[in-house]
């Protein structure tokens, strides 16, 4: 069996006292463990016993990156970050107070551990590569300043900006430490909208940077509440790159997921170039790998500014949407349905949406298709739709929605989805086909709140 087999937390012995008693772990770590994020599963081998000294303590899984911390113990370095991420600052085991929270990689540990794996290749166990190590604060810090100033020569910043870019894509980790320098955000903020010319390499590397990262509210404030910065990324959204445009858009829905305030938020939703070059990187999908997903991020985010729903319409979202709903991924599916019930909220895009001949058999074939979500922003959207048009109704019934309503308001899903669903039911009751009209009375269609 792979390495990769795995089995319930609870399945998984701790080793035996007289193997090792520091290797017992007290009852509150593994409720720690039980609600870390993104914790791993142990592991299940079969013909072969993991030696107890390469189990992490924590999980009691083989671990992959092990690391020592300043009381000496060792852990992979994945549950020791999450043991210190909710909360935690005591060592699991001997249960004293870290003096701080280096993790000093274990290197002769994990080599042993490699080559317990190729010994053990026979059984399906596999090597565990050698992991990447988190960046070294001193170097993001220098490698900050030499970008950030303006005395040094243009290849010295742009070489930092890209060795920077490089150790983000690397780990999270290093996302992390970049992130976490008082001024990081500032310093690339600067160089985006910075003086070295309005498309320079160093502008671009700074841009693919920054979207790497989550921005503060002042930083959003220092960008949106300015108009110059706002028309410049307007204008990259139609640069001759699709890597440039599209993290154009990504920065514009990072903008205005951090902006706390109407008003700020308005000051990107009211330039139509935003939704026009938006739209346009949802029409060309293949152009680049991140195209879909940061372009129904960033229309989704325009769209929950309600004034301005009407731009993304006049842009033509409702056609674009319509014709790129099967690409989409899951989670993208949902944002994209979502888009089209928010913008279906509005006269112009109802009639919009009405025009395309394909909106309700997709939207109806969607229906307990995808998700609970996405089943509950179709059904918002057919309601929408069916509610100012009678052709809309007659489509919906030719497309088979009582079927799939019916079978909705018997299922799990959400609350509002069967409320959607219900007064679904009661607005087409007069477009069913008559013999199904009869039966009606058997399904809650009628218990409308």
Same mark, same amino acid.
């Given at each position: 069996?792979s390495l990769c087999s795995?089995?319930?937390?609870?399945? &998984?012995?701790? /080793?035996?006292?007289?193997?090792?008693?520091?290797?017992?772990?007290?009852?509150?770590? $593994?409720?720690?463990?039980?609600?870390?994020?993104?914790?791993?599963?142990?592991?299940?081998?079969?013909?072969?016993? !993991?030696?107890?000294?390469?189990?992490?303590?924590?999980?009691?899984?083989?671990?992959?990156?092990?690391?020592? &911390?300043?009381?000496?113990?060792?852990?992979?370095?994945?549950?020791?970050?999450?043991?210190?991420?909710?909360?935690?600052?005591?060592?699991?085991?001997?249960?004293?107070? #870290?003096?701080?929270?280096?993790?000093?990689?274990?290197?002769?540990?994990?080599?042993?551990?490699?080559?317990?794996?190729?010994?053990?290749?026979?059984?399906?166990?596999?090597? !565990?590569?050698?992991?990447?190590?988190?960046?070294?604060?001193?170097?993001?810090?220098?490698?900050?300043?030499?970008?950030?100033?303006?005395?040094?020569?243009?290849?010295?910043?742009?070489? *930092?900006?890209?060795?920077?870019?490089?150790?983000?894509?690397d780990l999270d980790k290093?996302?992390?430490?970049?992130?976490?320098?008082?001024?990081?955000?500032?310093?690339?903020?600067?160089?985006?909208?910075?003086?070295?010319? /309005?498309?320079?390499?160093?502008?671009?590397?700074?841009?693919?940077?920054?979207?790497?990262?989550?921005?503060?509210?002042?930083?959003?404030? *220092?960008? *949106?509440?300015?108009?110059?910065?706002?028309? $410049?990324? *307007?204008?990259?959204?139609?640069?001759?790159?699709?890597?440039?445009?599209?993290?154009?858009?990504?920065?514009?829905?990072?903008?205005?997921?951090?902006?706390?305030?109407?008003?700020?938020?308005?000051?990107?939703?009211?330039?139509?170039?935003?939704?026009?070059?938006?739209?346009?990187?949802?029409?060309?999908?293949?152009?680049?790998?991140?195209?879909?997903?940061?372009? &129904?991020?960033?229309?989704?985010?325009?769209?929950?500014?309600?004034?301005?729903?009407?731009?993304?319409?006049?842009?033509?979202?409702?056609?674009?949407?319509?014709?790129?709903?099967?690409?989409?991924?899951?989670?993208?599916?949902?944002?994209? #349905?979502?888009?089209?019930?928010?913008?279906?909220?509005?006269?112009?895009?109802?009639?919009?949406?009405?025009?395309?001949?394909?909106?309700?058999?997709?939207?109806?074939?969607?229906?307990?298709?995808?998700?609970?979500?996405?089943?509950?922003?179709?059904?918002?959207?057919?309601?929408?739709?069916?509610?100012?048009?009678?052709?809309?109704?007659?489509?919906?019934?030719?497309?088979?929605?009582?079927?799939?309503?019916?079978?909705?308001?018997?299922?799990?899903?959400?609350?509002?989805?069967?409320?959607?669903?219900?007064?679904?039911?009661?607005?087409?009751?007069?477009?069913?086909?008559e013999d199904s009209v009869?039966?009606?009375?058997?399904?809650?269609?009628?218990?409308?709140?």
């Amino acid at each position: 069996m792979s390495l990769c087999s795995i089995r319930s937390l609870s399945n &998984i012995k701790p /080793p035996e006292p007289h193997q090792n008693q520091t290797h017992q772990i007290s009852q509150r770590a $593994f409720s720690d463990l039980a609600t870390m994020p993104g914790s791993l599963e142990p592991l299940d081998l079969v013909g072969v016993q !993991i030696p107890y000294h390469f189990r992490c303590p924590i999980s009691l899984e083989l671990m992959r990156d092990p690391v020592i &911390i300043s009381t000496g113990q060792t852990y992979d370095r994945h549950s020791i970050e999450s043991w210190v991420a909710t909360g935690n600052t005591t060592c699991p085991v001997t249960r004293t107070q #870290l003096a701080d929270f280096t993790l000093i990689p274990n290197h002769t540990l994990r080599r042993l551990i490699q080559e317990w794996c190729v010994a053990n290749r026979s059984f399906g166990v596999e090597r !565990i590569p050698t992991p990447k190590q988190p960046a070294d604060p001193t170097l993001v810090r220098s490698l900050l300043s030499q970008a950030g100033s303006h005395s040094n020569p243009y290849p010295t910043r742009l070489a *930092a900006l890209r060795r920077l870019r490089g150790l983000a894509r690397d780990l999270d980790k290093n996302r992390s430490i970049i992130s976490s320098h008082i001024s990081a955000r500032e310093i690339l903020v600067n160089i985006v909208f910075g003086d070295s010319g /309005p498309d320079s390499e160093l502008n671009r590397e700074a841009l693919a940077l920054l979207v790497m990262l989550p921005l503060a509210e002042s930083d959003c404030v *220092a960008v *949106a509440s300015d108009p110059d910065r706002v028309g $410049f990324l *307007a204008r990259l959204l139609f640069h001759n790159s699709m890597e440039v445009r599209v993290n154009s858009a990504a920065l514009i829905e990072n903008l205005l997921a951090g902006s706390r305030t109407a008003e700020l938020r308005a000051q990107i939703s009211n330039v139509d170039e935003i939704y026009h070059g938006v739209i346009e990187i949802l029409r060309n999908p293949i152009a680049h790998p991140r195209a879909l997903k940061i372009g &129904i991020k960033a229309l989704f985010a325009l769209c929950l500014v309600k004034q301005t729903r009407d731009k993304a319409v006049a842009a033509g979202a409702p056609e674009t949407l319509i014709n790129t709903l099967a690409e989409f991924e899951k989670c993208d599916s949902e944002r994209a #349905l979502a888009t089209i019930e928010l913008l279906c909220r509005v006269p112009e895009g109802c009639a919009a949406f009405e025009a395309h001949a394909l909106t309700v058999p997709l939207l109806v074939k969607t229906i307990l298709k995808i998700s609970d979500r996405a089943t509950e922003y179709a059904a918002g959207a057919l309601l929408s739709l069916c509610s100012e048009s009678e052709q809309s109704q007659n489509d919906a019934v030719a497309a088979g929605i009582m079927t799939q309503l019916l079978l909705l308001v018997q299922s799990d899903c959400t609350d509002r989805a069967k409320r959607k669903a219900q007064l679904l039911l009661k607005l087409l009751r007069d477009s069913w086909p008559e013999d199904s009209v009869g039966n009606s009375d058997d399904f809650v269609c009628s218990d409308v709140v």
